[in-house]
Nanobody, 124 residues
């Protein structure tokens, strides 16, 4: 069982930066593919980024590619999402997720464990 707790959200002006963290519990963290998803008001939850168990492979939604960077520290059992050049359309609740086995990294159904989310608001 993995429990996930996100932090680092907040209010930032367009063009600014934020770094989200997701602290995990459990000794099997390194065996999970980790993902970040987001959900804006009135919209469905959408894939943002994912990282393989070793950290060697990363995947991004086209909308954030080149602006967001996902990373993980298996020793600290934490995954990060560095966000730069933020836009108002990045405003959403951001969720950390963990999945094991065969992962379709863009599919939320692939992930068994979810955090409670952290709000990111980008003002214009």
């Amino acid at each position: 069982q993995v429990q996930l707790v996100e932090s680092g959200g907040g209010l930032v002006q367009a063009g600014g930066s934020l770094r989200l963290s997701c602290a995990a519990s459990g000794r099997t963290f390194s065996s999970y593919t980790m993902g970040w998803f987001r959900q804006a008001p009135g919209k469905e939850r959408e894939f943002v980024a994912a990282i393989s168990t070793s950290g060697d492979s990363t995947y991004y939604a086209d909308s954030v590619k080149g602006r967001f960077t996902i990373s993980r520290d298996n020793a600290k059992i934490t995954v990060y999402l560095q966000m730069v050049s933020l836009k108002p359309e990045d405003t959403a609740v951001y969720y950390c997720s963990a999945g094991s086995g065969r992962i379709y990294y863009q599919a939320s159904a692939s992930y068994e464990h979810w955090g409670q989310g952290t709000q990111v608001t980008v003002s214009s």
